[in-house]
């Protein structure tokens, strides 16, 4: 049983004297006037249970004295000695110099901004006590712009003394100083108690997944003592951290089946196999499914013919055939007399389904639309009205398909294509744009995604979805084998695309920059075609970008596809969805700048024939010990999967799941890669509690997630 409203906390007697902290507004704290509230509400923090759950991110040790001889890079730390030396040095800027000597060794303080007063008080013989962090500078060990103060003068001076705790620093804000993001915790920190917030994992599931009161790991981690060990707390791996971090992947994880029960609750349209149309669509596919498209096309047929929203991810390593599935897929729905629409995530993609989709979807007599936003005028109209009446059976297209003024006749089917680069919460307005169009039955949803989810991730992030995964690649293909390359030996690279060229076989040439500027990378691409073109007189070189209409870029990949073209300059506009068999040799230009799984989605436009193909990662030296690392990964698997976790490792889930700017999977305390190790125990955890504490399973959400309606509401 799920309640629909948030019930209040059970209240004894005692507890009216203790009103609960998410119950107080931040005003209620000295010195929060209505203001500085609007300030806080901007970062989620409304009340005080959000203040004591905003927690340090890290903390600096200002309890003792460091020996200077006993320092490394990056410490925060107190540190006393006298000056020895004190001179303005000319580099490439100008600063400030002294040399800080104790018994036990030396460093640098740097100021690159000083008065001359400053100067003056910091000459040779003077006695400091110095706070700061330690970094690797010209002179060795320095630190730049400490705090200081002169011993020999005010001892008394309370400004630099010791402090009794572990100094925390809090996620930095504008407008808002860690001095204030302190005195706040700490007024919280006097309300804190059993009473004011409530511990809301029931007991008998806490001892059974060793937690500790929820109370003392807060009042640990705002104030950790003199003796904590501050390297695990840096670390996260305390376990007042791990004990929070469990906390919050469970909301995470209750939050997600929430909306995936909310989402079952609704009725769906009832979509049985239509096995006559199946067969005579497999049969003018000329290839046979391999095991695991029947496999995966099975599950998913299951799930249409049942009256309850499909909620499935397909994954499948690029080049697996993701799309007769999805087409199987909106076969079985049209049969059932209602609508299918297909998403992709670029231009480039749907115009490569609406092909692939109309070859073969019209020899069954099926009509497929298509929109995007590019799509203009009448042209438009024309497909709204199609879609709209009800002729159009299968709409194709780009996430204009869900926007306003498209209204479907009889929804009754979904497929995102490459999911991963929609983020959570788009994907959930996406299914509420499904609510909207179908009244009382919600369509069935099926998401596709080429780029591997590594089983943690996919654990948490997407614990919504069922999950289907296509491990096998149809027959014929050879791995691509791929070579690490210094841009120094680019001309043997242009040699060996000259080669594969003359000898028939067809070729990419990537141009990849840092910034996500379409025109900066399509001029790269330009001066690419022209260096190449110069250097390759006998080969025909095309050029396409994002910044070619899209009748241009049709055209240029129509050439390519029917061999008109033997090289093509590309930006990363070619990462997903194009397919040239004959093509088996790609080079990418600084494979540095990308991640992992864009990089395995460029390499997998090649290998898709029956020849032998290579991928040549032609980066800019030197390289970076992780980008060498990457590279090396690269070059070692073409397993989509591995790729995915190494990718995970090296960048973090954000960067992963392609969500960093929306802020999906950002948590408080916990750590996907890091604390991968608890969600195991999260799962059958979260069963319980959302069967059997349903209130409380809310207000965890609700603690940890805020009051996003898309997740707090059951
Ligand atoms: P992806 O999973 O990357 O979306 P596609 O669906 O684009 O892969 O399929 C890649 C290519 O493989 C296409 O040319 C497709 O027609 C072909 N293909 C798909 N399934 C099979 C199969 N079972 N046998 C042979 N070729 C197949
Ligand atoms: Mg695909």
Same mark, same amino acid.
């Given at each position: 049983m799920?309640d629909?409203?948030?019930?209040?906390?059970?209240?004894t007697r005692?507890q009216?004297?203790?009103?609960?902290?998410?119950?107080?507004n931040v005003?209620?704290?000295?010195?929060?006037g209505?203001?500085?509230?609007?300030k806080?509400?901007?970062l989620?923090?409304?009340?005080l249970?959000?203040?004591?759950?905003?927690?340090?991110?890290?903390?600096?040790?200002r309890?003792r004295?460091?020996?200077?001889?006993s320092?490394?890079?990056n410490?925060?730390?107190?540190?006393?000695?006298?000056?020895?030396?004190?001179? @303005?040095?000319f580099g490439?800027?100008r600063?400030?110099?002294?040399?800080?000597?104790?018994?036990?060794?030396t460093?640098?303080?740097r100021?690159?901004?000083?008065s001359?007063?400053?100067?003056?008080?910091?000459?040779p013989g003077t006695?400091?006590?110095?706070?700061?962090?330690t970094?690797?500078?010209?002179?060795?060990?320095?630190?730049?712009?400490?705090?200081?103060?002169?011993?020999?003068k005010?001892?008394?001076?309370k400004?630099m003394?010791?402090?009794?705790?572990?100094t925390? @620093?809090y996620?930095a804000?504008?407008?808002?100083?860690?001095?204030r993001?302190?005195?706040?915790?700490?007024?919280?920190l006097?309300l804190l108690?059993?009473?004011?917030l409530h511990?809301?994992?029931?007991?008998?599931?806490?001892?059974?997944?060793h937690q500790?009161?929820?109370?003392?790991?807060?009042?640990?981690?705002?104030?950790?003592p003199q003796?904590?060990?501050i390297?695990q707390?840096?670390?996260g791996?305390?376990?007042?951290?791990?004990r929070?971090?469990f906390?919050?992947?469970?909301a995470?994880?209750l939050?997600l089946?929430?909306?995936?029960?909310?989402?079952?609750?609704q009725g769906a349209?009832?979509?049985?196999?239509?096995h006559?149309?199946?067969?005579?669509?497999?049969?003018?596919?000329?290839?046979?499914?391999?095991?695991?498209?029947? $496999?995966?096309?099975r599950?998913i047929?299951a799930?249409?013919?049942?009256?309850?929203p499909m909620?499935?991810?397909?994954?499948?390593?690029?080049?697996?055939?993701?799309?007769?599935?999805?087409?199987?897929?909106a076969?079985?729905?049209?049969a059932?007399?209602?609508?299918?629409a297909v998403?992709?995530?670029?231009?480039?993609?749907?115009?490569q389904h609406?092909?692939?989709?109309?070859?073969?979807f019209?020899?069954?007599?099926i009509?497929?639309?298509?929109?995007?936003?590019?799509?203009k005028?009448q042209?438009?109209e024309?497909?709204?009205?199609?879609?709209?009446?009800?002729?159009?059976?299968?709409v194709?297209?780009?996430?204009?398909?869900?926007q306003?003024?498209?209204?479907f006749?009889?929804?009754g089917l979904?497929?995102i294509?490459?999911?991963?680069?929609?983020g959570?919460?788009q994907?959930?307005?996406?299914?509420e744009?499904?609510?909207?169009s179908?009244?009382?039955?919600?369509?069935?949803?099926?998401?596709?995604?080429?780029?591997?989810?590594?089983?943690t991730?996919?654990?948490?992030?997407?614990?919504?979805?069922?999950?289907?995964i296509?491990?096998?690649?149809?027959?014929?293909r050879?791995?691509?084998?791929?070579?690490?390359i210094?841009?120094?030996r680019r001309?043997?690279?242009?040699?060996r695309?000259?080669?594969?060229?003359?000898s028939?076989?067809?070729?990419?040439?990537?141009?990849?920059?840092?910034?996500?500027?379409?025109?900066?990378?399509?001029?790269?691409?330009?001066?690419t075609?022209?260096?190449?073109?110069?250097?390759?007189?006998?080969?025909?070189v095309?050029l396409?970008?994002?910044?070619?209409?899209?009748?241009d870029?049709?055209a240029?990949?129509?050439?390519?596809k029917q061999?008109?073209?033997?090289l093509?300059v590309a930006?990363?506009?070619i990462e997903?969805g194009?397919?040239?068999?004959?093509?088996s040799?790609?080079?990418i230009?600084?494979?540095?700048?990308?991640?992992?799984?864009?990089?395995h989605?460029?390499?997998g436009r @090649?290998?898709?024939?029956?020849?032998?193909?290579?991928c040549?990662?032609?980066y800019n030296?030197?390289?970076?010990k992780?980008g060498?690392?990457?590279?090396?990964?690269?070059r070692?698997?073409?397993?989509?999967?591995?790729?995915?976790?190494?990718d995970l490792?090296?960048?973090?889930?954000?960067?992963?799941?392609?969500?960093?700017?929306?802020g999906?999977?950002?948590? $408080?305390?916990?750590?996907i890669?890091?604390?991968?190790?608890?969600?195991?125990?999260?799962?059958?955890c979260?069963?319980?509690?959302l069967?059997?504490h349903a209130?409380?399973?809310?207000?965890?959400?609700?603690?940890?997630?805020?009051y996003?309606?898309?997740y707090?509401n059951?």
């Amino acid at each position: 049983m799920v309640d629909t409203v948030l019930p209040n906390p059970p209240r004894t007697r005692s507890q009216f004297a203790t009103p609960t902290l998410d119950t107080i507004n931040v005003t209620a704290l000295k010195g929060v006037g209505n203001q500085f509230a609007e300030k806080l509400a901007k970062l989620g923090l409304h009340t005080l249970q959000d203040i004591v759950f905003h927690l340090p991110l890290r903390y600096m040790d200002r309890t003792r004295v460091s020996p200077i001889g006993s320092l490394g890079p990056n410490h925060h730390v107190v540190i006393e000695g006298e000056i020895k030396a004190c001179q @303005v040095v000319f580099g490439k800027r100008r600063s400030l110099l002294c040399r800080l000597q104790d018994g036990t060794g030396t460093i640098s303080l740097r100021f690159f901004h000083f008065s001359a007063a400053q100067k003056q008080g910091l000459q040779p013989g003077t006695h400091l006590r110095c706070f700061g962090e330690t970094r690797r500078g010209a002179s060795g060990l320095e630190i730049y712009h400490p705090e200081y103060e002169s011993l020999s003068k005010n001892t008394n001076s309370k400004k630099m003394a010791l402090t009794q705790c572990l100094t925390p @620093v809090y996620p930095a804000t504008e407008g808002l100083t860690q001095q204030r993001m302190r005195s706040l915790a700490q007024q919280v920190l006097d309300l804190l108690d059993e009473n004011s917030l409530h511990e809301l994992l029931p007991s008998a599931l806490g001892q059974s997944f060793h937690q500790g009161p929820l109370v003392e790991s807060l009042r640990y981690l705002h104030a950790p003592p003199q003796d904590a060990p501050i390297n695990q707390l840096l670390e996260g791996e305390h376990p007042h951290q791990q004990r929070l971090a469990f906390e919050e992947l469970l909301a995470h994880h209750l939050s997600l089946l929430n909306v995936r029960r909310r989402t079952q609750a609704q009725g769906a349209f009832h979509l049985p196999t239509h096995h006559a149309l199946r067969e005579k669509f497999l049969a003018g596919l000329g290839f046979e499914l391999t095991g695991a498209q029947d $496999k995966v096309s099975r599950e998913i047929a299951a799930d249409l013919a049942k009256p309850v929203p499909m909620l499935r991810l397909v994954q499948g390593d690029v080049g697996s055939g993701k799309t007769v599935v999805a087409a199987l897929a909106a076969l079985q729905a049209i049969a059932n007399g209602k609508q299918a629409a297909v998403m992709a995530p670029t231009e480039i993609l749907a115009e490569q389904h609406r092909l692939n989709f109309t070859q073969w979807f019209e020899p069954l007599g099926i009509e497929v639309a298509w929109l995007t936003g590019k799509l203009k005028g009448q042209a438009r109209e024309k497909q709204l009205q199609a879609i709209q009446s009800g002729d159009a059976r299968l709409v194709v297209g780009t996430h204009a398909l869900f926007q306003q003024g498209v209204e479907f006749a009889d929804l009754g089917l979904t497929i995102i294509d490459e999911q991963h680069r929609f983020g959570v919460h788009q994907r959930l307005s996406l299914r509420e744009k499904g609510e909207e169009s179908s009244l009382s039955l919600h369509p069935h949803q099926l998401t596709l995604t080429a780029t591997p989810i590594p089983r943690t991730l996919a654990m948490s992030a997407y614990a919504d979805l069922d999950c289907s995964i296509i491990d096998e690649l149809p027959p014929g293909r050879t791995p691509v084998s791929t070579v690490v390359i210094a841009n120094e030996r680019r001309e043997q690279v242009v040699e060996r695309v000259n080669v594969a060229c003359e000898s028939g076989r067809q070729a990419y040439w990537v141009c990849t920059l840092i910034e996500e500027s379409e025109a900066l990378e399509a001029q790269a691409a330009e001066a690419t075609a022209e260096e190449l073109k110069l250097a390759l007189p006998g080969i025909r070189v095309g050029l396409i970008h994002g910044r070619l209409k899209p009748k241009d870029k049709e055209a240029m990949m129509l050439a390519f596809k029917q061999h008109q073209l033997d090289l093509l300059v590309a930006t990363t506009v070619i990462e997903v969805g194009v397919d040239v068999p004959n093509a088996s040799l790609m080079i990418i230009e600084n494979p540095e700048r990308l991640g992992l799984a864009q990089l395995h989605q460029l390499r997998g436009r @090649v290998g898709r024939g029956s020849a032998a193909s290579h991928c040549v990662l032609l980066y800019n030296s030197p390289l970076s010990k992780a980008g060498k690392e990457r590279l090396n990964a690269m070059r070692e698997t073409n397993d989509g999967f591995k790729i995915a976790e190494i990718d995970l490792r090296l960048r973090g889930p954000g960067e992963v799941l392609g969500t960093r700017q929306t802020g999906d999977m950002q948590f $408080k305390i916990a750590d996907i890669v890091r604390d991968a190790h608890l969600l195991p125990q999260i799962k059958p955890c979260a069963q319980i509690l959302l069967n059997d504490h349903a209130t409380l399973s809310q207000q965890l959400v609700r603690r940890w997630l805020g009051y996003n309606e898309n997740y707090a509401n059951v």
